[in-house]
Each structure stands twice: as structure tokens, then as C-alpha cells.
């Protein structure tokens, strides 16, 4: 599977992990499609993993971005040994990127599915005084 691709569980044979047998018994006891995506996972200080997860949520004023690019930046290395203490393990690593957005909330209304986005993904409320201020 490449980065970002969104693909439905499917029929594993006698090799594959326990995990994937677990998705796949899931998805036919509750006829449901899981998605998945690759990360750069940091499972522990200075142990980075690329792995797949699971797509997270999309939340009702939100969007999901299928990410073609990310960078990595002064803040990743820091995180990476644990030297600012911001970044917590496991966490998905990765910050500064850009994309596709694949779906949306229900009531987000000023981005489209197919718009290309660039973003850095820290949160913030977009309603308070900095913002609102242009600061």
C-alpha cells in the first residue's frame, strides 16, 4: 500500500499478522470498511517506525487530508530524543505537509473534497483574540 492510500480490509492468508486477522474478522462481524494509513510512528525516544494505522476520525468541522508530502523539521529532531519534552511517544511524527483533502465533516462548508491543502498541523482555536487579531 503507498503512503496515504486509503484501502478497504481484505481477505489475509495463513501468514499474515494477528492484527490483520483481527481487522479482517472485524470488518465482516460488523460490515464495516477500515482504513488505513502509512505513518511515521515514534514509538519511543530516538525509535522512529513506519508503519500502517488506522485513518483517524474525521470530527463534523473537520477535514482528511491525504498527505503527498511532509517535511520534516528542527521540532521532528528535537522530538525525536526527547529533548523539548513536547512530543510524547507513541506519537505520529511529521508536521509541515500538503495533500488532497479525501473527506469532510458535516458541516464544513469552505473546503471541498479534492481541494489541495498545505498546512502545519499544530491545533488551535481559530476563534480567539490572536487569531482574530492576524497574530
Known amino acids: 500500500m503507498e503512503t496515504g492510500s486509503i484501502a478497504k480490509v481484505r481477505e489475509y492468508n495463513t501468514s499474515c499478522t494477528l492484527e490483520g486477522m483481527i481487522s479482517v474478522a472485524l470488518n465482516k462481524l460488523v460490515n464495516i470498511t477500515l482504513r488505513f494509513m502509512k505513518a511515521l510512528v515514534l514509538e519511543k525516544y530516538n525509535e522512529l517506525v513506519y508503519k500502517e494505522v488506522p485513518d483517524p476520525d474525521t470530527g463534523d468541522d473537520e477535514v482528511l487530508v491525504k498527505v503527498k508530502a511532509c517535511g520534516i523539521c528542527g521540532s521532528d529532531i528535537h522530538g525525536m530524543d526527547g529533548s523539548t519534552g513536547r512530543r510524547i511517544p507513541p506519537i505520529i511524527m511529521g508536521h509541515e505537509a ?8 458535516s458541516v464544513v462548508k469552505d473546503w471541498q473534497i479534492g481541494d489541495r491543502v498545505t498546512f502545519d498541523s499544530t491545533v488551535y482555536p481559530l476563534n480567539d483574540w490572536y487569531t482574530l487579531k492576524g497574530h
Do not use: A, D, N, T
Not at 500538503?98 to 465533516?105: A, E, L, R, T, Y
Open 98 to 105: 500538503s495533500g488532497v483533502i479525501v473527506q469532510k465533516g
